[in-house]
Every structure is written in C-alpha cells, then in structure tokens.
C-alpha cells in the first residue's frame, strides 16, 4: 500500500478567490453560500462529483466557488433530513479545503495557531480546533487537524476561507521560520457518509480489515474500498466523524497522488450501489444545513467569524489544560483571562453562543433578540427544526443571559417572538465515541 504520507511540496502562495453570501431559499431553509462567480471574476469550479450530481436530478448552485448540490429531485430538502437521521446520506464536502503540514516544527507550528496540543496527539487520530488571529484571539475559521504520521498532520478548512486561509498561513509560516512544509491538495475529492447506517455501509466495501467496531470518533485510517468491476481504490483516507450529530464518516481522495476525479466517481457509486436506496441517498447542502444545526455546529461566516473568540463561541472545551497553562498560542493574552468570569476576578466574555427554540416565524440571521424591550443579542442562523417539529436558532447573547430557559423575544419580521435560551445540540448527538 502506497503511503499517504507521500505528498509532494507545494508553493504556499496559491490564488484562489471566494465572496460571502447567500444561496437562495430552498424550501422552507436557507444557507449560507458564495456568490456566483469569484472576487476575480474566475468561474465557479466543479467538484470532482459535478457530472454525476448533475446525472442524478440535483439541483445545483453556487456556494463556497463550487457548483454545489442543494438538494436531489428523489426527495425534498425535508425528507433528506429525516432519510439521514433514519438510515444514510452521502453528501459531496469537496468544496472543503485539505492541506497537509508536515516536518519538524509542524506540531510547534500549529501550537502557535491554534489554542490545541498537537505533539502529544495518538497518531492516526484528529480533532476540531481554530486557527486564530494574534493579539485580538478573533477565529480566522475553524478546522479539523489530524495527526497521521510522526510529524505529518491533515487539515481541512472552509472552502468559503480559501483566499483568507491562503494568506494567512503563508503569512504565518513566513513569521514562524520553522522547518514546515505545507501542500494543499487542490482537485481531491471528499465525501461525508452520515447517518444510523453508515458504518453498515461502510464496512460492505472496505477492500482492508478495518474493525469499526474499535473504530471511535476522531480516529482515521488509511484504507482501500471495493469498486462495483470487483478492482479497489488507491488508499483513502477515512476519518469517523462529521457535521450532522450521527455517526459518520469522512473519506478523502487524495488528488496530489492520484486521479481524484475518477475515483471519486467510482467510489460513491460503489458505495450506492452496496447499500441500495432504502438505506443510502445522495444528499445536499439544504439537509445539511438543518442537520448542522440541529447537532449544534457552527457555519462560519455566519456563527463564527474574526471579531468572535473561541471562549464567546462557546469552544473553551478545545484549550487543553496544559495550553491554558502556558499559553504560546495566538490571542493567548485575551483568550485565557476570558476563561475565568468576571464574577471569579477574570475578563470573562460580554457574550456567549447559545441556542433558541422560537415560537412562531422562524428567526433568520441578523434578528434581534431582545429581553424588556432592550437588545440582548443577535441570531446566527436559523431553520424550522424537520426532527423536532419547531423551530430552532443559533445566536450570541449578553453573558449573564445565557442560562437555559431564559425567556426572551427574538424580532422576526417587525414582530417580537417569544423564544427561550436552549442547550445544544438540539438533538442528542450519536457519535460512535470509546468506552469511558
């Protein structure tokens, strides 16, 4: 099995453009996404995946520079939320940025960006953190950083970052000076397998002995899977994890090393073809959306950004002890005073990330919560909940305020509505997590 570890260096200067927006409405949800066309006026790219959504009834639009799926002709954007929770859903995360970081100050590399340890990580083993602006601690975007080899880590950040990530890491590499090599694997494929069923899926087509079973969240593996002629894929990478609160996987076409365009083709359809449809559909950018929120997790651009600190949004849990001891990391100054509230002679925050359950309208980003008349805070996303029946919200409040079950009223339309501070996820996560 050839290693994943053999990637090729890349110049870290590499153009590429986004624009924030909003797709249109699909349904009753709506998402956040690019504009049409890049800041320099270069088309939308394709996913390695295009022809075929495109051969299967999706609906396609513009999000993060990508021609993106939002939904399939097969169901609607509701019915794909609930055959996701129910069984399996495969959704195309191409748009999403990899890189890899490797050499001997990379883990002191990504100590200094972001507030995680990395040298102590299990290889073979990743979790969230953010990279983060120095002096202010603001989130540049948030990112999941796996370690798969001595001193070789696998990112993947925001395709709606790309310009901005671009320019930042090569800004802080140059100020670092460590021996780090960064590549960015432009043309890969990924995949998000989500769902009750999807470990079921999975195991049917693995070409290598992988036991899922000790398989936990958080953990990747290098892997070949069975295609539909009986032949099997170059090695992937398959991390277990995902955006929608189910048990999942993450699987990654490499295409620095091989063509990603074709295997990624033929592995999505080997996996629908094992599965069959009354456990596996392709799904969009509209079910993920609810399914996101729903499980709590955050859009950035939208519910977090750069003025936004990772104790205010609510990520203290990604500081390990060791970090808040020493600190090192970026915005260190601002974001550990921040951890101790006021009321115990800290900094503490003026606001926090919490959930809402709204009566009435569904609020949108940009509503106004208020509490007395007076304004408290602001929403940051925001869906009619399909599992719950109600519907559900993301915003910051005034610290303080923040408790579950304060009552307040969000501004939806010129009207107040009532809402109450909720405790997230919405729905209980179902991570396939080790044993305490």
């Not at 999505?268 to 599965?275: F, H, P, T």
């Not at 974001?335 to 009566?359: D, H, M, N, Y």
């Not at 993301?394 to 809402?419: C, F, N, Q, W």
């Amino acid at each position: 099995m050839q290693s994943f570890a053999r990637i090729a260096r890349a110049s870290p200067r590499v153009k590429a453009s986004l624009s924030a927006g909003r797709l249109p409405t699909a349904g009753s949800i709506r998402l956040a996404s690019s504009s049409s066309s890049s800041s320099s006026g270069e088309a939308l790219k394709k996913t390695p995946l295009y022809d075929f959504h495109v051969a299967n009834g999706a609906k396609m639009v513009p999000f993060a520079g990508y021609h993106m799926p939002v939904q399939y002709s097969s169901l609607s954007l509701a019915d794909s939320h609930h055959f996701t929770r129910k069984h399996a859903s495969l959704f195309d995360v191409s748009h999403m940025v990899q890189h890899i970081f490797k050499g001997p100050a990379a883990a002191a590399f990504l100590e200094k960006v972001t507030p995680s340890s990395w040298s102590s990580v299990a290889p073979m083993s990743g979790k969230l953190t953010t990279f983060l602006w120095p002096g202010t601690g603001g989130i540049v975007d948030d990112t999941i950083v796996t370690r798969i080899g001595e001193d070789e880590y696998y990112v993947v950040t925001n395709g709606a970052c790309l310009d901005k990530d671009t320019k930042y890491i090569d800004e802080e590499l140059g100020k670092f000076g460590g021996d780090v090599q960064w590549t960015r694997l432009d043309g890969s494929g990924l995949v998000a397998l989500q769902g009750p069923q999807s470990a079921e899926i999975l195991s049917e087509v693995l070409a290598t002995d992988v036991n899922l079973k000790e398989f936990y969240f958080g953990n990747t593996v290098q892997a070949q899977l069975k295609l539909a002629d009986g032949s099997t894929t170059h090695p992937v990478l398959i991390s277990r994890g995902g955006y929608t609160g189910e048990d999942g996987f993450e699987i990654s076409f490499n295409g620095k090393l091989y063509p990603a365009a074709e295997s990624t083709v033929k592995a999505v359809e080997s996996l629908i073809k094992a599965a069959g449809p009354e456990r596996l559909q392709m799904a969009g950018l509209g079910a993920r959306d609810s399914l996101r929120l729903e499980a709590g997790m955050c859009l950035y651009g939208h519910d977090l950004d750069d003025t936004t600190t990772p104790v205010e949004a609510g990520l203290s849990w990604i500081i390990p002890p060791e970090r808040r001891k020493a600190g090192g990391f970026h915005g260190a100054e601002v974001i550990l005073p921040q951890l101790t509230p006021k009321s115990k002679g800290g900094a503490g925050v003026e606001r926090r990330r919490v959930g809402f359950v709204v009566q009435g309208a569904p609020a949108r980003e940009g509503a106004e919560i208020q509490k007395d008349g007076d304004k408290i805070g602001v929403i940051t996303s925001g869906v009619p909940s399909p599992t719950l029946g109600k519907n559900i919200a993301m915003g910051y409040i005034k610290d303080g305020l923040h408790k579950a079950g304060t009552e307040v009223d969000i501004v939806v339309r010129g009207r107040k509505r009532p809402a109450v501070v909720t405790k997230m996820p919405f729905t209980p996560a179902k991570y396939w997590k080790a044993p305490a």
